[in-house]
């Protein structure tokens, strides 16, 4: 493995997604690398922790690289593509290295994969943040340049911020456990450059705002596990007895109405029938009182 490969896992370069990442699968766990490339980080997982590694590849090149390295390489679109020839609830880690910006249906391809981790398996993530603050300044001049490759890759479909991350796992019914971030922030002279082509000058505001989190993650980075949804408890009494507690009041409720209504009709049927009764009956009252 060259040199360069081995920096990506050393100590004075840490602020990596692979290294990050790396540091938070335990040894000897099963991991299935989503978009494993050529195979070079499951093989740094197997050598370095005595994982067990497999991976999933659209590049038929890469994949027949990585199955060299790996236990099992599958040529398939996760999305998409039949996953029954891969074991359900094999793996301790699912892992997605700068894919999920790559997704048309990231929520459900969230959901899909539930099915491969084991009962206390999480998924892996690395993401390009679009709310740097280099994303931010091109904006800010009117500038949306797509890229081969970084932040506004040309093969983006979606772009995230940490909301969206936190959103896109919440609805796939994810708990993000740990979330980390690969650092790149701006140099007060460069942003001082930028803002002086608009005719702007920054404040020590402005440069404090320019390095927060979600400005300076260049890459968020974390674990997210399936969440537990809590079945809801029916009452004491079971739906039956619910039904029939609720056809009782209102029987009984119905009645009351019904005998209520049967006295006004039979007094309204009596005045109606005898109204010269009823006008004498008050005349004799009224000439009694007086």
Same mark, same amino acid.
């Given at each position: ?15 990596? @997604? ?5 540091? /938070? *699968? +335990?040894? $000897?766990?099963? =991991?299935? &690398?989503?978009?494993?490339? @050529? ?5 740094? /997982? *197997? +050598?370095? $922790?005595?994982? =067990?590694? &497999? ?12 199955? +060299?390295?790996?236990?099992? =390489? ?19 880690? =699912? ?196």
């Amino acid at each position: 493995m060259s040199n360069y490969t081995n920096s990506f896992f050393s100590e004075e370069n840490h602020n990596t @997604s692979w290294y990050k990442v790396f540091h /938070l *699968i +335990k040894d $000897k766990s099963s =991991v299935l &690398d989503v978009g494993c490339s @050529s195979g070079n980080f499951g093989h740094e /997982l *197997i +050598k370095r $922790k005595g994982c =067990v590694v &497999d991976g999933i590849e659209l590049d038929t090149g890469d994949a027949k690289i990585a199955a +060299k390295k790996l236990r099992n =390489v599958w040529v398939l679109n996760i999305e998409f593509d039949d996953i029954s020839k891969i074991k359900k609830r094999a793996y301790d880690y =699912v892992y997605f290295g700068d894919v999920i910006e790559h997704l048309v249906q990231p929520i459900e391809t969230l959901k899909r994969v539930k099915s491969l981790l084991k009962p206390d398996g999480a998924v892996l993530f690395s993401i390009p943040n679009m709310g740097h603050i280099a994303v931010r300044l091109d904006l800010l001049e009117g500038n949306f340049p797509i890229t081969e490759t970084g932040l506004l890759d040309k093969t983006h479909l979606h772009f995230y911020t940490q909301e969206e991350v936190e959103r896109v796992f919440g609805e796939a019914g994810y708990a993000i456990k740990n979330l980390d971030f690969v650092k790149k922030d701006y140099p007060k002279a460069l942003l001082k450059k930028h803002l002086a082509k608009l005719g702007l000058t920054p404040n020590e505001k402005f440069y404090k705002l320019a390095q927060k989190t979600d400005a300076a993650a260049f890459q968020f980075v974390g674990l997210a596990a399936p969440s537990v949804i809590k079945k809801f408890k029916l009452p004491r009494f079971g739906p039956v007895d619910m039904f029939e507690n609720f056809y009782e009041d209102t029987k009984a409720n119905y009645e009351a109405d019904i005998k209520r209504l049967q006295a006004e009709n039979q007094e309204l049927r009596y005045k109606v029938r005898h109204p010269l009764r009823n006008t004498a009956g008050h005349i004799k009252r009224k000439i009694k009182r007086t």
